[in-house]
């Protein structure tokens, strides 16, 4: 699926750990999650390594677009059969709080970035 914002490499996703931001690379490089999930998981656990995939996934598809409801939907429908509709639920919006408040705090920074270097001393 292209990306309206391509992320060229894992090291311009600022405020990412670098498992999350190599995830969210091999995700837009067309990797399947099931696959990278199984992997994440012999290093970190199941639970971990699902929240990662399902992190790099939510990013991946606010920076294209989606609306909110539609990715909670689709994180609800990756998960329908390990775990209970409820808990499906509660992950997802879990997720997605979780990047929003991460992307807002990055746009933040870069705005006070920006005017620290105008109003910076010549």
Not at 29 to 37: C, I, W
Not at 64 to 92: K, N, W, Y
Request: hydrophobic content about 40%; proline content about 3%; charged content about 20%.
């Amino acid at each position: 699926m292209p990306s309206a914002k391509p992320i060229q490499s894992p090291s311009q996703t600022c405020g990412w750990n670098s498992q999350c931001a190599a995830t969210l690379w091999a995700i837009q490089q067309g990797a399947e999650v099931e696959t990278l999930t199984r992997q994440l998981a012999r290093r970190y656990g199941r639970t971990r390594a699902r929240r990662i995939v399902d992190t790099a996934s939510a990013r991946l598809w606010l920076a294209e677009g989606f609306p909110s409801g539609d990715i909670v939907t689709m994180l609800e429908a990756r998960h329908r059969f390990e775990l209970s509709a409820s808990e499906c639920q509660s992950h997802a919006i879990e997720v997605l709080l979780t990047i929003r408040q991460a992307m807002a705090a990055e746009t933040e920074s870069r705005t006070n970035l920006r005017h620290e270097v105008r109003h910076a001393a010549a």
